[in-house]
């Protein structure tokens, strides 16, 4: 099994997804799980140096109070702290990929990178997970029509397109996760037909594939895609959006709390944006997506230990005709019964195929939402249609 990192903006260091695979690599263990092999893709160094720029911007503004010792240089260019952060680094970095001959330059190191990790690691699956700027290169890799025949994505989506009886340096394309994406508007630009998604799929694998988009609540660069890739119940591709309901940091939440939505935005916006891959929401959501050996039941028993408030308990502390619903698994390997008792107490039961218990727990009221926002996502990822 194979994870292929792509980073998104304003990165310039290859250990950029170190936390995240710390996080993975601790999900697995719990679930006592081969790990995978990861590779952190890196091509940062392409991109523009904005420090020449702001060089000249900074010789405008001494110009500007030399010519005027009245005028406030900070005063007359507001902000620049924010400026010179992610407004500066994401549209200059976006706009530069956008570029024909930086963009194929991008394409070609992740094409390179990609190989390599492929020959050295021949597996039969492999998942992407994307940040930022590294979703929209990845949908513009996967399912652009615009590429001249000796493009380099033709030579990823050669790599990622084995079916059975695939070539050496192939492997099946099993899961994406896009994190922080701006797809949605940088599409309008890409110009890719969503209705042609589905069918371009089919090429990077014979059976299903699952696609995670998350989004950081606080993060302005990041939007949904569910509505806009319209997908049929029948689809191959198996799209689901996660959303992260959390501050980004301290600031944020002070200013949340008295109503400073504008400082809460300034304040929390570069954080959001890049807090993904520490998330340890995002690292177990991660592992849910290209974990695919332990059945069902041992990984969703694990998830439901990690739910804020759980307490597990030995003893049945609900009646039968307390059960809210039953999920069973899709892999056969057991089922999920959750209980409302005459407490109002969130009870829920994880049985195995031959229904043995192998987990059961409680919350308390100030939990529950945590429960049930837990459960439904049990429901979308491992529950029968």
Known sequence: MLVFFIHGVATRDIKYSSSLIEGIKK??????????????SFWGHVLNDFNKIWNHIDEDLKSLEKRNPSVNAREAFRYRQFREGLISEFAGDMFTYMNEKKGREVRQLIADQLLKFVENHPEEEIH???????????????????????D???????????????KPGQVSLSSIT????????????????????????????????????????SDIIAYPLSTSLNLSDKSSLIFRDQFVCKDANLLETAARKINQQEVALVASTVDAHNSYWK????????????SSQVKFSSRIACLLQK?????????????????????????RSGRLKYFKNFAGVYHVYVYSASSGCIFAGF???????????????????????
């Not at 940088?186 to 299903?208: C, T």
């Open 279 to 290: 998330l340890p929401e995002v690292s177990q959501s991660v592992s849910s997506q290209i």
């Open 152 to 166: 380099p994505a033709y030579v990823i989506r050669s790599i990622l397109s084995k079916q059975e009886g695939g």
């Open 363 to 385: 919350v308390n009221w100030a939990s529950t939402d945590a429960l049930l926002e837990e459960i439904e996502y049990i429901r979308w990822e491992f529950g029968e249609s």
């Open 128 to 150: 992407i997970v994307a940040h930022s700027l590294g979703t929209v290169i990845l949908w513009d890799i996967l399912f652009s029509d615009k590429f001249e025949d000796e």
């Open 178 to 217: 896009t994190m922080g994406s701006p797809i949605l508007f940088f599409n309008a630009m890409l110009g890719i037909d969503a209705k042609d998604i589905e069918q371009k799929i089919r090429d990077y694998a014979s059976g299903n594939i699952k696609w995670l988009n998350v989004v950081h609540a």
């Open 307 to 331: 739910v804020p408030g759980m307490s597990q308990i030995g003893i049945k502390l609900h009646s039968s005709n307390d059960v809210i619903d039953t999920i069973r698994f899709k892999d």
């Open 27 to 40: 999900e697995f263990n719990q679930i006592d799980q081969k790990l995978p092999y990861f590779y952190t």
